[in-house]
């Protein structure tokens, strides 16, 4: 099995991946921020005292409103550092798979994005996540960038302040109190279990260098997504639907839609499980 350098592995994502990655044979070396810092490692190019075949990025600078105004920061790990991460992958003639999100995309759409969408983000989180597509495939000999949507998994993001979508939903509810959820802004959630196996088979398949969606299949709003959590369950409380614009007090712009269709996976026939599929084993990893 190949060697992997997994950067962001103490991340939402990076955790389950790690779990995956160990399961099915890989080797894996995750450095945390202390062990290789990517912002400092970006201004220095010290070398990289890892050896490894496949090299996977999981970090990122995911704080979306902070973004607004930490530019600089952002525009580093979600750009620079993948573009120095790709360079090296090259050197090493290594693969290289990079992460990136459906906020590359306007939100004006009404049907699930495809890779072959022109990307139009709307905040400065997007713009440096499809200003770090780019640095990739300009930079890198073989690569994937796995566009993927509305992350949740055990502990939630790091970058978010640990706790996930589903977390909040059955945290309200136990506290009795109401849930205000958005019922007009559409997404594709998907459980990182799943990406993380999504992941691992497209390693095992290694179809051509490109740019793939990974999501649960499906599209809802929050507020489905509460009223689907809520019957899974077993909880009741009262959900009081609310419009993205009364959210929109917040610094970056979201966008509506971004649903995302994972067109290449299906015509590799690597179906992904179901918006619904994913809340279910994320209630049963975490009961
Ligand atoms: N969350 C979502 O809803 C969502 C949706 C679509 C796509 N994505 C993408 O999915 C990927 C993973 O996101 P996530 O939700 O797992 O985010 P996360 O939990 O915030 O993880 C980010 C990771 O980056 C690491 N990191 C930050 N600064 C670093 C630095 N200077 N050097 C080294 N590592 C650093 C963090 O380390 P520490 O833990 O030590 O800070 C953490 O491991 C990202 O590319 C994100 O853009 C996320």
Redesign the pocket.
Known sequence: MPSVLL?????????ALLGALRDHGFSVAA????A??????TETQAPVPFDFELLI???????VDQAEQDALAAHT??AL?PEKLAELSKKRRALFV??????VFSGDSRRPYTEDDPPFPQSA?GHT?LEGEMCVQAAAGAYYIV???????PG?????GGHSMIDFILNTARAGKPLRLVQDQWTSP?Y?GHLAQGLVRLLERRPESGCYHMVNEGVCSWHEFGTEVLQQAGMAAEILPVSLAEFSQRPAKRPTYSALENRKLNALGMRMPTWQEGVRAYIAETR
């Open positions: 950067t962001g592995g103490s991340g939402q994502l990076g955790r450095p945390d921020v202390q290789w810092d990517l912002t400092r490692w990025n999981c970090a990122a600078y995911t704080q790990l979600n550092v990079h992460i990136s999100t459906d906020y989180y996540k566009r993927s949507a509305g992350l949740y998994g939630g993001a790091t970058g978010k998907t990182v």
